[in-house]
């Protein structure tokens, strides 16, 4: 089912899907999920092992290829089903940290790679053959200023040359291709800080162990980060997506659909919370009582759900403008912003309500409470979340 109506008398009207909007794909996944149970995530995590097999299943059944157009073997669903398929898997208590890049990065090839580019790459990505899983942006000394980012990238003949560092680029050592950013003109010779960055396609296959050293990031949940470091390293002047100097621009077209993609792994997530902390409270007796009879327990729970369905909103009305090619960065940025947090406070909520217990690894809450508490950070901050409304909703003056 399409968000919005085809047989609309008024093609100017927006329908928003309420309920279990695409049932079959939520079924499908429901089935995927089920063959991963949590005693699979539970030893990934102590090991900070890779879902190889998890990530296998979804490429298989096609659902990691859900935006890729059919043209280059993708499944070419809307923004919302994609949306649907993230959420679903995080309902579950699975996870699709391992391989959610794949469908935020190859939009910025989609949409501003060449023919030539996309052919090469997107039917490799569709079937799971090529790995799109590393997105290279942040660098250690200048964060969430991205446009002051060090990692330089020189044309010399056919090649450019890169040479600089990343810093918690997610699965780099599970992925066969890494979407870079990196400056190719000098701040100080450029009119705007946001030209003069540059987007390329690095094969990490060719480049590792040569010019590109990646080294694992210990980190508090296990995704994969690692940190990334360019000697010289050559990239071919064809693996430069669209426009030199464009870079930052590209990026920040995909945005609105990451945030999207993000929010709806967040609504899964505190589905999953509420339900565990509601199940436990109504089995675990104490003082003569379910611990669910006091307000203390229900309170903080029923409040995380008030929350998770107001933030699925947002969500769902972001994906609808969004398939309908209307402006969403207000409502994607929102959604973003309130699923994170809904879900965090359901984790609070989870961890409060199993007590004791929400500390042991067997029950799986403390592992689920650490991942709910990236969103609030990655990829993005909830401070500049709230800078951009402030500034492109409410008029208030430029925080960054
Ligand atoms: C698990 C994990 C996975 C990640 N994966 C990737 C990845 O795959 N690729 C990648 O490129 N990056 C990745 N990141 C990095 C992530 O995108 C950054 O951590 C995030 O953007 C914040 O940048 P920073 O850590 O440098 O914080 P900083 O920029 O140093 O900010 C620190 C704090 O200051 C606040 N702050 C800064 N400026 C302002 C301001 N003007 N107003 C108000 N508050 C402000 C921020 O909101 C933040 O709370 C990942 C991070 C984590 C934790």
């Not at 050293?213 to 508090?220: D, G, Q, S, V, Y």
């Not at 003082?287 to 203390?296: K, Y």
Request: net charge neutral.
């Amino acid at each position: 089912m399409s968000a919005v109506s085809e047989d609309n008398a008024d093609p100017g009207t927006i329908l928003v899907a309420l309920g279990e909007d695409y049932p079959e794909i939520r079924a499908s996944v429901r089935r995927i999920c089920a063959g991963f149970p949590m005693e699979y995530w539970r030893e990934l995590d102590a090991r900070e092992g890779y879902p190889l097999e998890f990530v296998r299943a979804l490429t298989e059944s096609g659902f990691l290829s859900a935006l890729i157009p059919a043209e280059y073997g993708g499944a070419d669903l809307p923004l919302r089903a994609a949306s649907v398929i993230l959420e679903e898997i995080h309902a579950c208590g699975c996870s699709a940290t391992a391989c959610h890049a794949q469908m935020y990065i190859m939009g910025t090839l989609l949409r501003h790679g060449s023919v030539e580019q996309k052919k090469r790459w997107l039917p490799g990505i569709a079937s799971g053959e090529l790995r799109l899983q590393a997105f290279g942006v942040t660098e250690p000394s200048t964060g969430s200023d991205t446009t002051k980012l060090k990692t330089r990238a020189v044309r010399r003949g056919d090649r450019y040359i890169v040479n600089g560092q990343k810093v918690w680029t997610s699965r780099a050592l599970h992925s066969d291709l890494m979407l870079l950013l990196a400056r190719t003109t000098a701040l100080d010779q450029v009119r705007r800080k946001t030209d003069g960055l540059s987007v390329f396609v690095v094969d990490i296959r060719e480049a590792r162990g040569k010019s590109l050293e990646i080294r694992p990031l210990k980190a508090m949940v296990n995704h994969n980060a690692t940190e990334v470091f360019f000697d010289d390293m050559e990239v071919p002047a064809g693996n430069l997506i669209g426009e030199e100097g464009k870079g930052f621009r590209y990026i920040l077209d995909g945005l609105n659909a990451e945030r999207v993609l993000a929010a709806s792994e967040s609504i899964g997530d505190g589905r999953w919370f509420v339900g565990k902390a509601t199940s436990y409270a109504a089995d675990r007796v104490v003082f003569d009582r379910p611990i669910g009879q006091n307000q203390g327990i229900q309170f903080p729970i029923a409040r995380a759900h008030c929350e998770i369905e107001a933030a699925d909103m947002m969500v769902r009305r972001a994906a609808a403008l969004f398939g309908a090619n209307r402006d969403c960065g207000a409502e994607a940025n929102m959604a973003r912003l309130l699923a994170a947090e809904a879900a965090w406070h359901a984790a609070e909520a989870t961890v409060q309500t199993y007590g004791g217990f929400g500390f042991a690894r067997e029950y799986d809450i403390e592992r689920r409470w650490r991942e709910a508490r990236v969103p609030l950070v990655a990829p993005i901050s909830v401070n500049l979340i709230l800078a951009y409304v402030a500034q492109h909703v409410l008029g208030m003056p430029r925080a960054y």
